[in-house]
């Protein structure tokens, strides 16, 4: 194209023209870079998408939180920031009959770890460990007990500290974060090992026994609930209730201030039966004669329990702390068992004790009389096999028989009587099942029967069966406190009382929320029937095989036992023994194991207890009230 020159018309004209020129200028510039980068936006395109849907999701996620779920996260917030803490109550305390205390709470100071403020704990475990003398990993193994949502409440880690180790934990405070001197509250045992067996322990709650409860009581890992005895039976009542601290922490977990509190409830308070004096009078006979065994001591009345022995015994105050597990080692496989409640949880032929049942039986059948005489010519032939007696007693009627303990005797009415017969009158005594004492881990005792042995031991029943049966020997088998109550019913012409340790509990305002009341059965056997077994066992004591129990303090009635014993030379020692004869009052039953005749073993025991209970105070009375009644006036008279 040729340019082409002319003169300008005007001075402006020069400017519109370069104006022209620009604008012509840019549209074509323009034209041109379309075309060349006409691909470009399909480009950029699969760059932005990403970064669109990332912002998207952002500003959803920020409607959500700051609008949709505004209120629970404030709730949230203000649950981080306000901690409950719960306060775990006193546990109610358990008396005697006069109020003594047998078991309380009480503080002292503990080393404890709070889990929520523990800092560099490798160090501070290992330094805790140090001054307390444990290993870094026992410490581990208690914290690991406890659920986060608890973080905020000390952790008992040693207690009952000294002061030398407080005063050591407290010069170390900084270089012990998280750690804590705190008072804590632990069961008390004011006599220790009295009753132990009876009374229980406490300890921290298991797993399992957490998961069966705590749907329906507030109860969370670390509490501490009755595991064994009377502190098991009733622990619901002795619990208490929670209270709950509101603590306001910071952003670190530190307590800053406090928004408030809910009081616990006291645990409420459990009255027995029992009778310390008696209790450690009973104790101090059994454990005097250096067996394994027993004491029963019960009203026959009602079935209270005044007394309930177990030798050897052990401390229930090594529960209340951590138990090392070298002490729990020691206890578990000593080979005398001081864990074992030998009054209610063992199982023990009753020996000749049983033939008090073996002559109800046949006098209630009218097999024989109180007059019937039975020739002792030393041993009964059975089967081509010999039953031996103690003795060769001639001519005796049943009176002289239960005196002097004839087996030659009992073994023939036994005979008479039936081994179903016989098995269905110890049933009506309460052998074979359970007494209904209020205390766990009673044992249900043994009646056989044909059916039984041939279940169990796969052979037919024997007449010698039989027989054995008849002494109190063979498979049967009775617990002490079976014993107390099948004697009970001898005493009381018939009635057999539930054993029992309740007296009443009362809440922390002192009103009753509970009362025992006294339950029986009626034995369905005659008084008179059982008068003539009375006056044997009172001619036992008088000139028979419980002569040890003459005393002067009251009348006595009594029947011996010296049972099989697989495990060891020596017969288990048995005596069954009530007063006063006159007016029945108290049963008294003593077993000891591998320690010979009744007579000479047991028989010193149960005088000891006896002798106790009766003799008079300094203002003339007595656990029962009063000693003893006229000869003249008979069992069937006072009632």
């Known amino acids: 194209m040729a340019l082409e020159l002319r003169p300008f018309r005007s001075p402006l004209e020069p400017a519109f023209a370069l104006r022209g020129d620009l604008e012509q200028y840019l549209e074509n510039a323009t034209l041109e870079a379309g075309r060349r980068d006409d691909r470009v936006p399909r480009r950029a395109g699969w760059f932005y998408l990403p970064l669109v849907l990332v912002v998207t999701v952002l500003v959803g996620r920020l409607w959500q939180l700051q609008i949709a779920s505004a209120d629970w996260h404030l709730a949230q917030a203000r649950l981080n920031r306000v901690r409950s803490i719960p306060i775990p109550p006193p546990r109610g305390v358990i008396v005697d009959r006069n109020g003594q205390t047998l078991a309380t709470s009480v503080a002292h100071y503990a080393a404890a770890i709070v889990p929520a403020e523990l800092r560099d704990s490798p160090n501070t475990l290992l330094l805790l460990g140090r001054l307390l003398g444990m290993k870094p990993s026992e410490i581990e193994a208690i914290l690991r007990a406890r659920p986060n949502q608890r973080g905020f409440v000390p952790v008992p880690i040693k207690q009952n500290l000294t002061p030398e180790l407080m005063a050591a934990l407290e010069e170390n405070r900084v270089r012990l974060p998280g750690v804590v001197v705190a008072p804590v509250l632990v069961r008390k045992y004011p006599h220790p090992s009295l009753a132990a067996h009876m009374l229980g322990y406490t300890g921290e709650i298991g797993p399992g026994e957490l998961q069966r409860r705590k749907a329906a009581e507030d109860l969370a890992p670390g509490d501490v609930i009755g595991q064994l005895g009377l502190e098991r039976k009733y622990d619901r009542a002795l619990l208490g209730a929670k209270g709950s601290l509101l603590v306001e922490t910071d952003a670190r977990g530190n307590a800053i201030g406090r928004f408030g509190s809910r009081a616990e409830r006291v645990g409420r308070s459990v009255k027995l039966t029992l009778d310390t004096r008696l209790q450690l009078e009973a104790e101090a006979a059994l454990g005097a004669m250096g067996r394994p065994g027993a004491v029963v001591l019960m009203r026959v009345r009602d079935g209270e329990l005044l007394a309930l022995a177990s030798n050897p015994t052990f401390d229930s105050n090594l529960f209340s702390a951590h138990l090392k597990p070298a002490t729990w080692r020691a206890l578990a496989t000593n080979d005398r068992h001081p864990m074992l409640n030998r009054a209610t949880g063992a199982m023990y032929p009753p020996g000749s004790t049983f033939k008090l049942i073996t002559a109800a039986a046949a006098l209630d059948l009218g097999l024989i009389t109180h007059t019937s005489t039975i020739v002792c010519a030393g041993s009964i032939e059975l089967g081509g096999r010999e039953f031996r007696c103690t003795g060769r007693h001639g001519g005796l009627m049943l009176a002289p028989a239960l005196a002097k303990s004839c087996n030659v005797f009992f073994m023939t009415i036994g005979r008479r009587v039936g081994a179903e017969r016989l098995a269905s009158y110890a049933r009506r005594f309460g052998l ?133 014993n697989t495990a060891g030379p020596r017969t288990h020692a048995w005596i069954a023994a009530y007063a006063p004869y006159e007016h029945p009052q108290l049963v008294c039953v003593v077993l000891m194991e591998n320690a010979g005749h009744g007579g000479e073993a047991a028989a010193p025991v149960a005088r000891r207890v006896l002798e106790a209970a009766f003799r008079p105070r300094a203002d003339g009375s007595t656990v029962v009230g009063r000693a003893s009644l006229p000869d003249s006036q008979t069992a069937s008279d006072v009632r």
């Open 432 to 564: 074979g099942g359970r007494t209904g004492v209020d205390l766990p881990g009673e044992a249900r005792g043994l009646v056989p029967d044909g059916d039984w042995k041939l279940r169990r031991v796969r052979e037919a029943w024997f007449p010698g069966d039989t027989l054995n049966m008849a002494l109190g020997q063979g498979y049967v088998l009775a617990t002490p406190l079976q014993i107390a109550r099948a004697l009970s019913a001898v005493a009381t012409g018939g009635r057999l009382p539930v054993p029992h340790f309740l007296r009443e509990i009362r809440n922390a305002e002192g009103e009753v929320a509970q009362r025992f009341t006294a339950e029986h059965q009626s034995l369905g056997i005659a008084d008179a029937v059982l008068a003539h077994i009375r006056r044997g066992m009172r001619q036992a004591v008088v000139e028979g095989t419980a002569q040890a129990l003459n005393t002067d303090v009251v009348t006595v009635a009594a029947k011996t036992g010296s049972s099989q």
